[in-house]
């Protein structure tokens, strides 16, 4: 039997309602810089392609995973949730990033909510800042991805399950819930097995097979409208025999993939500590109350500690699965860091569950551990932020020196690098980056040996890092973002951009022309033309291109290649080409056969060269 010992509050002296207002102005804060972000973000491919299919599915002939259709290279909620809510309020990057806005903030709402009941009020509201104080995930959350969608999901599933004493119709909801967000994105397919368990251990196993059951029927439904082609989502996940009874309805492995990126270990390395930099308080905080552990005794209730049991699980389980899906493949490396922001809520939570219960007493075999962990972590935060601050380190002034001695005047770290080593600057940026964080990191572990001394003689000195850690890092959340927390266009509404470019590609081009696109990796300007039928697989861009393979199986999928390629030119009546992809295209669009409408000088971003020409066959 845990002990309950009584313990104060976080801040006994203060009002409760200051709390509450806190949080208020923690949501202000993550508003106005969600709407900041939503006009002044570029459309990138990703975005383009779930408001576009999900219009198609919505408003057309069109439907998830049908043959020589539309690619449904995600579940299918990733697409009906945004298609029909632009059916309803209209097509375009408002619509999209409006929605992604929405459940950004009910997330901080659901997040407040199981915060409250797990850790209070105060800790609640620092919760909600957690994110407030985030702006690269943030900046994630405000655009029509699927980032934000599956967030408020998960915060949603917390809310209602974790705690005890919920009722029964609500742990059914997130059951239902966990089987859709498997919907939209199925590698969150751990949320359900692990949630079932957790309210198994918790509840009892009635609730938990009702609940399991609930989400069970999500993903039957699903599999049983879009049969047999949903398979083609689980297929790379199964063993070669397995997947052989299901080869009819997989992506076709021939042709060459054009998207083929290598990545060395340095870039992922990169792309981890990326992740760690942005999702700090999640990652560090998880890492850190792992190493602190509490003693049984510690925890106030046997809810807590199964509900820090159940956080630590679901985020490491999803950590892990998306790591290999990331970092550990080359298809898209540097993906980690959204990645995590399906998750990351599960993490915060799990901080605020056990952050009063964190051991304070721990052996030194782990206060070795989490001094080391520190001198990692600010290493680590050293090398990936060389982008922001490798530069400027070496562009510093240092002595000059010869022969050992101090010469007159001065010269920059470069210099001295360049002279002594002759690297490549990319890599002097890295190598300065790394041991500015490893410096920072031993001055931080001495400091606070020197206070622990001074000032707190009889604290453990684990304990003492491991919430000093967290405490800093939350308040320079803001500086880790880096440049990942600026606007791309600050000074330019790129949503506006995109809906005047859109109209007038719908003014020029007559409906049933047939249109070849190398209009840049986003199609969202298209949502704003729903006459122009573009050829579908190139909605995808270059991630669904290859080189060789059949033709029809290639486009039985959602595929192209480049026999499709040189076909669509030579047949279609319009190619709608971005300015700076033009000279590439050039020998395409011969004077003899092509004419060039007059130029619309709006472009779809500040990026020079993202204007759009359009080319119209004599």
């Given at each position: 039997?845990?002990a309950?010992?009584?313990r104060?509050?976080?801040?006994e002296?203060?009002?409760?309602w ?6 208020i102005?923690g ?10 972000f ?14 576009y ?5 919505a408003?057309q002939d069109?439907?998830p ?19 029909t809510v632009q059916?309803?309020?209209g ?8 929605l ?21 009020k ?12 985030s702006?690269?995930?943030?900046k ?6 699927t980032q934000?969608?599956v ?9 209602l399950?974790?705690?005890g004493?919920?009722?029964l119709w ?6 239902f ?9 199925q ?16 509840y ?6 009702y609940?399991g ?6 993903l039957?439904y699903?599999?049983f409208l ?8 689980w297929?790379p ?7 052989t009874?299901?080869?009819?309805y997989?992506?076709?492995s021939a ?10 270990w340095s ?8 992740g ?22 510690a ?7 199964r509900?820090?049991?159940?956080l ?40 605020v569950v056990?952050?009063r ?6 052996h030194?075999?782990?206060?070795a551990?989490?001094?080391l962990a520190?001198l ?5 935060i050293?090398f990936s ?20 001695q ?5 010269t920059?770290l470069w ?23 490893a ?7 001495l400091?606070?040996?020197i ?5 707190f003689?009889?604290l453990?000195?684990g304990?003492?890092?491991a919430?000093?850690?967290i405490?800093i ?10 440049s990942?927390?600026?606007p791309?266009?600050?000074d ?7 809906e005047?470019?859109?109209r ?25 033309a ?16 290859r080189i060789g393979?059949?033709?029809?199986d ?6 192209w290649?480049d026999?499709?390629a ?6 279609a009546?319009?190619?709608v ?20 409408l007059p130029?619309?000088?709006v472009?779809?971003?500040c990026?020079e ?10």
């Amino acid at each position: 039997m845990i002990a309950t010992p009584a313990r104060p509050s976080l801040t006994e002296k203060w009002p409760a309602w200051l709390a509450g207002l806190l949080a208020i102005l923690g949501l202000v804060v993550y508003l106005a810089q969600a709407a900041w972000f939503a006009r002044t973000s570029i459309s990138d491919l990703d975005e383009g392609a779930y408001l576009y299919k999900g219009l198609l599915f919505a408003t057309q002939d069109h439907r998830p995973f049908e043959t020589f259709g539309v690619q449904t290279n995600k579940a299918p909620l990733a697409f009906l949730i945004p298609g029909t809510v632009q059916a309803v309020f209209g097509p375009g990057l408002l619509t999209g990033r409006g929605l992604a806005i929405f459940f950004g903030t009910l997330s901080l709402v659901a997040v407040w909510t199981a915060a409250r009941r797990l850790g209070g009020k105060w800790l609640a509201a620092l919760a909600v800042w957690t994110l407030a104080l985030s702006p690269a995930v943030i900046k994630i959350y405000s655009m029509g991805v699927t980032q934000s969608t599956v967030a408020c999901l998960m915060a949603l599933i917390l809310a209602l399950s974790l705690g005890g004493k919920r009722p029964l119709w609500q742990l059914i909801l997130a059951g239902f819930l966990a089987g859709a967000v498997i919907m939209v994105r199925q590698n969150m397919l751990l949320v359900l097995p692990l949630l079932a368990l957790y309210i198994w251990w918790e509840y009892g196993w009635k609730p938990a097979l009702y609940a399991g059951l609930a989400g069970a029927a999500v993903l039957i439904y699903f599999h049983f409208l879009y049969w047999p082609y949903i398979i083609q989502l689980w297929t790379p996940w199964l063993s070669d025999g397995i997947r052989t009874w299901f080869e009819a309805y997989s992506l076709p492995s021939a042709g060459k993939l054009v998207w083929d990126p290598q990545i060395d270990w340095s870039g992922r390395s990169l792309s981890f500590f990326q992740g760690m930099r942005f999702h700090f308080v999640a990652m560090v905080g998880l890492g850190l109350g792992l190493l602190l552990w509490p003693k049984q005794r510690a925890w106030a209730a046997q809810t807590e500690f199964r509900a820090a049991v159940f956080l630590a699980a679901l985020f490491v389980g999803l950590l892990l699965m998306h790591s290999w899906a990331s970092i550990s493949n080359d298809y898209c490396v540097f993906c980690f860091t959204p990645y995590v922001s399906f998750f990351n809520v599960s993490a915060i939570l799990f901080v605020v569950v056990i952050l009063r219960a964190l051991e304070r007493d721990a052996h030194p075999v782990r206060q070795a551990l989490i001094v080391l962990a520190a001198l990692v972590i600010f290493t680590g935060i050293g090398f990936s932020a060389f982008e922001d601050i490798g530069d400027g380190l070496l562009a510093l002034d240092v002595p000059r020196v010869r022969d050992g001695q101090f010469q007159p005047g001065f010269t920059t770290l470069w210099d001295v690098i360049s002279n002594k080593f002759n690297p490549e600057r990319n890599l002097a940026e890295k190598a300065v980056s790394t041991a500015a964080g490893a410096f920072l990191g031993l001055v931080f572990l001495l400091a606070s040996f020197i206070i622990k001394r001074w000032k707190f003689p009889r604290l453990n000195y684990g304990y003492l890092l491991a919430v000093s850690i967290i405490i800093i890092g939350l308040v320079v959340s803001p500086l880790l973002s880096g440049s990942a927390g600026r606007p791309d266009c600050a000074d330019e509404d790129t949503i506006a951009a995109n809906e005047q470019v859109g109209r007038r590609l719908a003014e020029v081009i007559p409906p049933g022309s047939r249109v070849y696109w190398n209009g840049g990796l986003s199609v969202a300007p298209l949502l704003y033309a729903p006459h122009i039928a573009i050829y579908l697989p190139q909605i995808n861009d270059g991630y669904a291109y290859r080189i060789g393979g059949d033709v029809q199986d290639l486009l039985k999928y959602g595929l192209w290649n480049d026999v499709l390629a040189v076909q669509w030119k030579q047949e279609a009546d319009y190619i709608v080409v971005e300015s700076w992809r033009y000279p590439k295209m050039k020998e395409d669009l011969p004077e003899s056969v092509f004419e060039e409408l007059p130029r619309f000088p709006v472009q779809t971003s500040c990026i020079e060269g993202s204007d759009l020409r359009i080319f119209r066959r004599k």
